[in-house]
């Protein structure tokens, strides 16, 4: 089984071949594809941790669409001074499909 670890948005994630990962929203090129950079690569029984070895490794991925997170609302309340406060927020998101790894 090969699968690679990648930096996708502040955050990392678990990747092999054909899974869908939802990601901060990522600008795609023209064919909708984009490159993630690789933090860990396990390929059978052999993991590559080298940065030099991990410069040559490709994750390509496919913008399948765009969408939206759900909504948080943020509360904030202080008693007895009247103040209140309320909003909310919806994130920018991403689904990707990996396909391939090189």
């Known amino acids: 089984m090969v699968y690679a670890v990648v930096r996708a948005g502040g955050r990392q994630e678990k990747v092999s071949v054909g899974t869908i ?18 933090l860990l ?9 080298d940065a ?10 496919e913008v399948l669409n765009d969408l939206r997170g759900p909504k948080i609302i943020i509360q ?9 406060k309320r909003q909310g927020f919806r994130a ?10 090189k």
């Open 41 to 49: 690569l396990v390929d059978g029984d052999k993991v590559t941790t």
């Open 92 to 101: 920018d998101l991403t689904r990707v499909q990996v396909t391939e790894i």
């Open 76 to 84: 904030k309340y202080k008693n007895k001074t009247g103040y209140k």
């Open 21 to 38: 990962v939802t990601l901060d929203r990522i600008k795609a090129d023209a064919n909708g594809k984009i490159e993630l950079s690789a």
């Open 52 to 61: 030099k070895a991990l410069a040559k490794v490709k994750v390509t991925a």
